[in-house]
């Protein structure tokens, strides 16, 4: 019984909700390794059933930082090492500003600004010499982790910026994967020295953990095989459905 385990105590939750997280965060990254983008969001959203608010984004990142790490481990040889470079000085920089303001901000007026920068980048004819120069790719980083110490899953905000630097499905999902395990492993480190106590979940964490990247593994092999065209839809796709959630919850906490 995984609610009896010592590991698993500390987390009060029933064994079914237990189990049932950890097969969400087999299917979500499954999801994830297949189309690039959307476990994330779905994962959150599947936490926030069950998890407390004040636990659930240092959480999530946790579990996140390492479905990500395995995925970009197991994509390592299509990640551009150049743009990670450019989104970890936004990343630092991001992270350290949102530390200071964590309790600041509205959550809800943050997912507004997020789902229409997202929309923006992913459907407007925004000058090339904007998505081309490097200072883009920066600056979307330290958006997206200075919006992600309040609203968790920033994911679409970073693929949206680098999935038209690069020409391959591969390339991607391995470069957004290892973007985002830094974008959590900083996340982490922030949310440790405000005080939240990560050893009651390492039980569920390292289970997620695991069967996330299980998942990873069963949906690479259909990124593997999947169209580039058909591939690149569903990816703007998933993008643009996930940015109006984040819109429509944001307006609708305001409203």
Same mark, same amino acid.
Not at 23 to 31: E, N
């Given at each position: 019984?995984?609610?009896?385990?010592?590991?698993?105590?500390?987390?009060?939750?029933?064994?079914?909700?237990?189990?049932?997280?950890?097969?969400?965060?087999?299917?979500?990254?499954?999801?994830?390794?297949?189309?690039?983008?959307?476990?994330?969001?779905?994962?959150?959203?599947?936490?926030?059933?069950?998890?407390?608010?004040?636990?659930?984004?240092?959480?999530?990142?946790?579990?996140?930082?390492?479905?990500?790490?395995?995925?970009?481990?197991?994509?390592?040889?299509?990640?551009?090492?150049? =743009? $990670? /470079?450019?989104?970890? +000085?936004?990343?630092?920089? %991001? *992270?350290?500003? !949102? @530390?200071?303001?964590?309790?600041?901000?509205?959550?809800?007026?943050?997912?507004?600004?997020?789902?229409?920068?997202?929309?923006?980048?992913?459907?407007?004819?925004?000058?090339?010499?904007?998505?081309?120069?490097?200072?883009?790719?920066?600056?979307?980083?330290?958006?997206?982790?200075?919006?992600?110490?309040?609203?968790?899953?920033?994911?679409?905000?970073?693929?949206?910026?680098?999935?038209?630097?690069?020409?391959?499905?591969?390339?991607?999902?391995?470069?957004?994967?290892?973007?985002?395990?830094?974008?959590?492993?900083?996340?982490?480190?922030?949310?440790?020295?405000?005080?939240?106590?990560?050893?009651?979940?390492?039980? =569920? $964490? /390292?289970?997620?953990? +695991?069967?996330?990247?299980? %998942? *990873?593994?069963? !949906? @690479?092999?259909?990124?593997?095989?999947?169209?580039?065209?058909?591939?690149?839809?569903?990816?703007?796709?998933?993008?643009?459905?996930?940015?109006?959630?984040?819109?429509?919850?944001?307006?609708?906490?305001?409203?």
């Amino acid at each position: 019984m995984l609610e009896t385990l010592p590991l698993f105590a500390h987390t009060q939750l029933s064994e079914v909700t237990l189990w049932g997280l950890i097969i969400a965060s087999f299917f979500t990254s499954a999801f994830t390794a297949a189309f690039g983008i959307g476990g994330g969001v779905t994962l959150l959203a599947i936490l926030g059933m069950v998890i407390p608010v004040t636990t659930l984004i240092p959480l999530h990142g946790t579990v996140q930082l390492g479905s990500n790490a395995g995925r970009a481990w197991h994509l390592r040889k299509h990640i551009n090492w150049r =743009l $990670i /470079g450019l989104i970890l +000085l936004g990343t630092i920089a %991001g *992270t350290l500003v !949102g @530390s200071q303001i964590v309790i600041a901000l509205p959550e809800a007026l943050l997912q507004i600004i997020l789902a229409l920068f997202i929309l923006a980048i992913t459907w407007l004819p925004i000058p090339r010499l904007v998505t081309n120069a490097d200072s883009a790719i920066g600056v979307g980083a330290f958006i997206a982790s200075l919006a992600g110490m309040f609203v968790g899953a920033t994911g679409p905000l970073i693929a949206g910026l680098i999935s038209g630097k690069i020409a391959n499905r591969q390339g991607v999902v391995a470069t957004h994967a290892a973007a985002m395990t830094l974008s959590h492993a900083l996340k982490i480190i922030a949310f440790g020295f405000l005080g939240f106590a990560f050893t009651n979940w390492l039980g =569920l $964490i /390292g289970a997620m953990i +695991l069967s996330g990247y299980l %998942g *990873t593994r069963a !949906g @690479s092999k259909l990124l593997h095989v999947m169209d580039e065209t058909l591939f690149r839809k569903i990816f703007r796709v998933i993008i643009t459905a996930l940015a109006l959630l984040m819109l429509f919850s944001g307006a609708r906490s305001i409203l």
